[in-house]
């Protein structure tokens, strides 16, 4: 039996106060409606004490059910595997989610696949401020600030359910208090194939936009001094403001650049 425990900042008696938040096959602490908690993944927790977490629900007692989101405290669902994407045709349903992950202040965004007419696509999602859901970027598509023809390669999926691993990728992207995103992607690119990528941004309330890509000079060096790949590390790959702003580490080639100092 798993638990999601919330422990509380009220001490009694020298230790923390616990909470239970959602118990596995329990009849209490169970979802909204008929439906169990199953395959409970890591909460996080935003500044209020509320809880965001991903975790399987179904009406039996047993393996199985429907990989959700759900949020504590609007006791609801932010997403479920078989309900309509938002910001794509009718009838196309998530097929999974992955990789949820909250601001301190609230907003939530995920990785979620779906089936388009001729292909397994993965995308970002991210809630509006009336907890709604946005499409932030799919990949397939033409990202805004690059050649035409050049679309977001398939995103990686860097905590799969089945992972064993002690170690794994982080989430290709970070949302803010604002609930805006920012999200790294590799790029399918006509001048260079599969070897491209870039970050984007929606930091600002200026629309989704290119913050920097491979092969972009870097005006404060030498003329032809470029960026040459993206470092994605822990605990965030892209840190994100709640003014909007991002930050990212970078390697750098080209005139007056040397091997010692080309991460910056």
Known sequence: IVALLLISATRGYGANAITPIA???????RPPGNDYWKYLRTPTIDNQGNVTFRAFVDAEQFDGGV???YRTSSDRFIARVGEQVPGLATGVHF???TNLQANP????????????ASRQAKGIWAENTDGSLRLVAL?????????AGAT???F???VADNSQQSSVRPPPFTINARGETTFYARLNSPDAPLSSAGIWTEGGGRGLRLVARTGAEVPQFAPGAKIYDFEMRFPSIIPLN???????VARLEGPGISDAGSLG
């Open 23 to 29: 118990l596995q096959f329990s009849p209490t602490l």
């Open 95 to 97: 097929q999974s989610l």
């Open 139 to 147: 990949d397939g598509t033409e990202p805004p600030g690059v050649p």
């Open 242 to 248: 709640e003014r909007g702003v991002s930050a990212f």
């Open 156 to 158: 990686h999926d860097p």
């Open 67 to 69: 990989n959700s989101a």
């Open 105 to 116: 202040q609230g907003p939530a965004a995920f990785m979620g696949q779906v089936t388009l």
């Open 152 to 154: 977001l390669a398939p």
